[in-house]
């Protein structure tokens, strides 16, 4: 009886391998009509990459926006050595922190060496620069805000190199392209590892 069911489930199983290959469902591509093998369909990028670009925004010049073109902040309550985000609660809802949502991080005006991501008390992982945790500010509703600039004279718009930016807040509008500390140069993709002495991805 239990041999019998054993067969049974064998063959069962034999059959649904040999359905799910004739499906393609082993990641083969069926030749197309005309013989040929299909062109597998380009990648689609991830919707989740961190992207940090050096953009001037207002009167602070150059500081660094996320993918959304939305400004970053650092936070004096937070130490760089070690690196450590002290905003968590209530302080992250005010201050969402930028996320390492993905494996790799497109870098434009950002020094790959300075870039890298800490363990927050949730278990997430977020961005540094220069050691500083960095954050979104949930008052800035468009690219070229930093409403949050100078806020409790405790938040600051983080500078390509992990500094303070000096300047009044602004609202609206970026008055610079992205990108302009390295006129001419394409993005770059980092490695895993952002940064010495940081968390990986």
Sequence with gaps: MNRTRVI???AAAAFGLATVAACGGNGAQTPAAGGAPAQPTSQQTDPNQVKLTATTVGQLGQVVTD??????YRFDGDTANPPTSNCND??????????????T???DGVDQSVVGVILRKDGTKQITINGWAVYKYAKDTAPGDAKG???MQKWFAVTPQG???AGAATSGGTSGAPGTSKAGAAPTTSSPDLGAGTTGY
């Design 8 to 10: 049974v489930l064998a």
């Design 105 to 107: 991080a497109t870098l």
């Design 67 to 72: 993918a959304a073109g939305m400004t970053l």
């Design 149 to 151: 600039q100078g806020a």
């Design 163 to 165: 500094k303070k930016a």
């Design 90 to 103: 209530a302080c992250a809802k005010a201050w969402p922190p930028e996320l390492a949502t993905s494996s």
